[in-house]
């Protein structure tokens, strides 16, 4: 009889011990998860916007076949602000419309991948150069009617796909922005310049 109370004790002390043992394990791995989802929270980049920083447009206008003829210079900066946060850029793209109509992606590959170091600036310089065969006529009456006003809208998409390292985290996320560009009408050599300077926004 003494010798099964024994063994009963002997069990509850090993069970006692054994939950002891899981509760400090889960303890310890509960607050490293969430110093580690804190840490990611405050250093990921999520407060990153690229800026145009000035643009300038040629030519935007219609041909006599019902075409749209462009031609767009911009300047895009990319900033990290982060003190020690490094980014790396997979992918980055750029595409102009006007008024929902594609005028096509940039002219040429922009350069990626590509390294950013913690407070350093990124200026990348797509060009928009071609024509749209067709266009719908109330796109072509929008643009008639921005002509005549005296501001024509202009709006530049940018993708990003980038990397970063959160201690032990490493993230890729894909973010697209929106910048949005008005100019007076160009002339026959003399270019529209946009020097204002925006920031684009996420797109929806």
Not at 168 to 176: C, G, T
Request: net charge positive.
């Amino acid at each position: 009889m003494s010798e099964t109370r024994e063994s009963m004790k002997a069990c509850c002390e090993c069970g006692k011990a054994c939950f002891q043992v899981a509760w400090h394990c889960t303890q310890f791995w509960t607050t490293l998860s969430i110093s580690a989802i804190v840490v990611w929270l405050v250093y990921r980049p999520y407060h990153f916007h690229p800026n145009v920083d000035s643009a300038v447009l040629n030519t935007l206008n219609l041909t006599a076949t019902g075409g749209l003829r462009y031609d767009l210079a911009v300047d895009m900066s990319f900033r990290n602000s982060h003190r020690g946060l490094k980014i790396q850029y997979l992918d980055v793209g750029a595409t102009a419309f006007y008024n929902g109509t594609k005028l096509g992606p940039a002219n040429g590959a922009l350069p990626a991948p590509f390294r950013q170091g913690p407070k350093n600036t990124t200026v990348l310089h797509p060009k928009f150069q071609g024509m749209v065969a067709a266009v719908d006529s109330c796109v072509a009456a929008e643009l008639e009617r921005e002509l005549a006003a005296g501001t024509v809208h202009v709006r530049v998409s940018a993708s990003l796909t980038i990397k970063y390292k959160v201690g032990l985290i490493k993230q890729i996320s894909f973010y697209k922005y929106d910048c949005w560009l008005w100019f007076p009408p160009p002339q026959v050599n003399a270019p529209a310049i946009f020097d204002a300077g925006t920031r684009c926004w996420l797109a929806k």
